[in-house]
């Protein structure tokens, strides 16, 4: 079942565990994940951080992700990891993740926060939860 970051926190701080959250870059990946978080009866993290373009693009593992986990037995966020990009962040965005997380810290801090603030209000249209890396 598909659920957002900040519903993945929530049920850590209930259940007073930690959640694991794993880079899946490919279909084989994202099918072991969430096979050992349904067979361990645990919310699970499946993200894809931006480095990753290379490997497959956003547009074709993203609705990969999203498919697996509205289809899986246990809570699963689909987050962007390390998104150094504002346009990138929006695709992920507009392809449905639930969690996105802006890495600034290049940037000067207050560029850093400036770029945060704006990841933060596109987030908030799509109902999805921002970690930002300031």
């Known amino acids: 079942m598909l659920v957002t970051l900040k519903e993945i926190i929530e049920i850590a701080e209930e259940n007073q565990v930690a959640i694991g959250s794993f880079n899946t870059p490919n279909l084989a990946s994202i099918e072991a994940v969430i ?42 966020c689909v987050h962007l990891d390390h998104g150094e990009h504002i346009e990138y962040i929006r695709r992920a965005l507009e392809i449905g993740f639930t969690g996105v997380m802006f890495d600034g ?19 908030k249209m799509c109902g999805a939860f921002v970690e930002a890396e300031l």
């Not at 645990?42 to 986990?69: K, R, S, T, W």
């Not at 810290?105 to 770029?115: Q, W």
């Open 35 to 76: 096979g050992a978080a349904e067979e361990e009866e645990q919310p699970v993290i499946l993200m894809f951080a931006e480095c990753h373009e290379e490997l497959v693009p956003l547009h074709l593992i993203g609705p990969a992700m999203l498919n697996a986990a509205k289809k899986a037995r246990v809570p699963v």
């Open 105 to 123: 810290s290049v940037l000067s801090y207050e560029e850093n926060v400036a770029n945060t603030k704006k990841v933060v209000e596109m987030a």
